[in-house]
């Protein structure tokens, strides 16, 4: 099992994962647990995919299933895409899992889609969010939704960030807060993350451990003042020191867009050394 989780915002939309996978019940190994692709025409749509299950093997069967049944789409229709996804996962349970009987594994799989044409005012359309539990597959009309280990955790932290019209940037924090909260207070969560977000301008970005590790430390500090936020509230801590609590959030925000903005740049720099070393060694 591992956490998968959709969030979606104004037009844009972001999907995270850790990357743990434990195997046999204590052995761990890191794996990318999302992808995406786009979807030409007819169907112009691109989408995110990912899941949780007891077995990483059938999990990864299962998901192709589904992907080969979304390049059957011949519209951005989300209704179509359910229909088809239905009949494929049907047809993948009968084939690989029904037939071991009642200790088979279970599947769980989160897909994000979204339409690349804009809308009648120019905007791109909002992602909208599919959760498959083996055969049964629903959309989520709040948009947020997590499957696996840690999900109630990652639900509830979705629900009080309220990110329904936030921003890019908001919602790359969100995630990196919720990765950060599940990592750290989940067994069995841990490793890597990787987000993936599509933007309101139909673009994807991929997000890998070394991205949002600065984005991490600087949520530990949001956790400490948000601490003593509620120590002003119960009167713990005197009127000054609450009132400087303000100007301390302001400076988490400024230091979050700043680490955000320099992110082509590290990663550039990052790609620079790598390709260094590959030429130092021949």
């Given at each position: 099992?591992?956490?998968?989780?959709?969030?979606?915002?104004?037009?844009?939309?972001?999907?995270?994962?850790?990357?743990?996978?434990?195997?046999?019940?204590?052995?761990?190994?890191?794996?990318?647990?999302?992808?995406?692709?786009?979807?030409?025409?007819?169907?112009?749509?691109?989408?995110?995919?990912?899941?949780?299950?007891?077995?990483?093997?059938?999990?990864?069967?299962?998901?192709?299933?589904?992907?080969?049944?979304?390049?059957?789409l011949?519209?951005?229709?989300?209704?179509?895409?359910?229909?088809?996804?239905?009949?494929?996962?049907?047809?993948?349970?009968?084939?690989?899992?029904?037939?071991?009987?009642?200790?088979?594994?279970?599947?769980?799989?989160?897909?994000?889609?979204?339409?690349?044409?804009p809308?009648?005012?120019?905007?791109a359309?909002?992602?909208?969010?599919?959760?498959?539990?083996?055969?049964a597959?629903?959309?989520?009309?709040?948009?947020?939704?997590?499957?696996?280990?840690?999900?109630y955790?990652?639900?509830?932290?979705?629900?009080?960030?309220?990110?329904?019209?936030?921003?890019?940037?908001q919602?790359?924090?969100?995630?990196?807060?919720?990765?950060?909260?599940?990592?750290r207070?989940?067994?069995?969560v841990?490793?890597?993350?990787?987000?993936?977000?599509?933007?309101?301008?139909?673009?994807?970005?991929?997000?890998?451990?070394?991205?949002?590790e600065?984005?991490?430390?600087?949520?530990?500090?949001?956790?400490?003042?948000?601490?003593?936020?509620?120590?002003?509230?119960?009167?713990?801590?005197?009127?000054?020191?609450?009132?400087?609590?303000?100007?301390?959030?302001?400076?988490?925000?400024?230091?979050?867009?700043?680490?955000?903005?320099?992110m082509?740049?590290?990663?550039?720099?990052?790609?620079?050394?790598?390709?260094?070393?590959?030429?130092?060694?021949?």
């Amino acid at each position: 099992m591992s956490l998968v989780s959709i969030l979606l915002g104004a037009n844009c939309g972001v999907m995270l994962a850790d990357s743990q996978e434990t195997i046999s019940g204590y052995a761990k190994k890191s794996v990318n647990k999302l992808s995406s692709k786009g979807i030409p025409a007819p169907a112009q749509v691109q989408y995110a995919i990912g899941g949780a299950a007891d077995s990483g093997p059938y999990l990864d069967s299962f998901n192709w299933a589904l992907e080969v049944a979304l390049h059957k789409l011949g519209s951005p229709n989300i209704y179509e895409a359910q229909e088809l996804i239905e009949k494929a996962a049907l047809t993948f349970h009968k084939r690989h899992i029904w037939p071991q009987g009642n200790n088979h594994p279970r599947l769980e799989t989160l897909i994000m889609m979204q339409p690349t044409t804009p809308n009648s005012d120019g905007r791109a359309p909002i992602p909208r969010t599919i959760y498959v539990d083996q055969t049964a597959v629903n959309i989520i009309e709040s948009g947020n939704k997590s499957v696996g280990i840690g999900s109630y955790l990652a639900d509830y932290l979705a629900e009080t960030l309220n990110m329904a019209g936030g921003d890019e940037s908001q919602l790359l924090a969100a995630a990196v807060y919720i990765l950060k909260q599940a990592k750290r207070h989940v067994d069995g969560v841990g490793l890597n993350g990787n987000i993936l977000l599509f933007g309101s301008d139909f673009r994807q970005d991929g997000y890998e451990q070394e991205d949002i590790e600065p984005l991490e430390q600087i949520m530990t500090e949001f956790d400490a003042v948000m601490g003593l936020t509620f120590s002003g509230m119960m009167e713990r801590i005197g009127e000054e020191r609450l009132v400087s609590i303000v100007g301390e959030m302001q400076s988490i925000k400024g230091r979050y867009q700043k680490a955000v903005a320099e992110m082509p740049l590290e990663r550039k720099r990052r790609l620079n050394e790598w390709m260094e070393r590959k030429r130092r060694l021949g």
